[in-house]
């Protein structure tokens, strides 16, 4: 009797300690994280007033990044709906086709995310052409060719993020931090056309505000 009271105890405390494990670990913020945090802020509101271009690319590469990451990450799950083999030249065959569309839609631009940093970059090259006494300026298509680019990256972000979500949930794991991804990340599309509006205009040299 003794004995079965002792192991029925071991067995509650061994699930007890079980699951003390499985829950998710806090993090343990410092000072000097916090004085870290605090330097990146001001480091990060200082390069927004003084060098707002420079934020904006760094943005824009972010978007790029993060869209790239997902869609590796969302090949394997492909692959096994699919239950064929997934090649790099289908991936750039799928981001070219994706910009190709992009490219034909006809839609103001006012409707397209980025067009006020799209139009900054076509004036700055025609002008930085023409200031360098050049007769032949860079071809707007080619600007447009490039942010559509981005945009599609950005669209097969959403796409391969929530299948990766989807495929998360299924398995039973924790899907939100994809989407806090996604959410940082048209938080940053957001934040982008905000600032170009506020700092640098609406494409045409008329800053916002």
Request: hydrophobic fraction near 55%; charge should be positive.
């Amino acid at each position: 009797m003794y004995n079965t009271k002792t192991q029925v105890s071991e067995s509650r405390s061994t699930q007890l300690r079980y699951h003390s494990t499985q829950r998710p670990k806090r993090f343990n913020v410092t000072k000097a994280d916090l004085l870290l945090v605090g330097l990146c802020v001001v480091v990060a509101i200082y390069l927004l007033l003084k060098d707002t271009l420079l934020i904006t690319v760094l943005s824009v590469f972010s978007i790029v990044f993060i869209g790239l990451w997902h869609l590796i990450h969302a090949v394997p799950i492909l692959e096994k709906y699919l239950g064929a083999k997934i090649r790099f030249w289908q991936i750039a065959v799928l981001i070219i086709t994706t910009t190709a569309l992009l490219n034909t839609l006809v839609a103001p631009a006012h409707a397209i995310f980025l067009s006020g940093l799209e139009q900054f970059f076509v004036n700055l090259a025609q002008q930085t052409s023409q200031a360098g006494g050049a007769t032949n300026t860079l071809d707007s298509n080619v600007v447009g060719l490039i942010f559509n680019l981005i945009r599609g990256v950005f669209l097969l972000l959403v796409a391969a993020a929530a299948l990766f979500a989807y495929n998360q949930a299924q398995q039973g794991n924790d899907w939100r931090p994809i989407v806090t991804q996604v959410g940082l990340a048209f938080a940053i599309v957001i934040a982008i056309d905000v600032v170009t509006f506020i700092f640098v205009g609406n494409g045409t040299g008329t800053a916002g505000g």
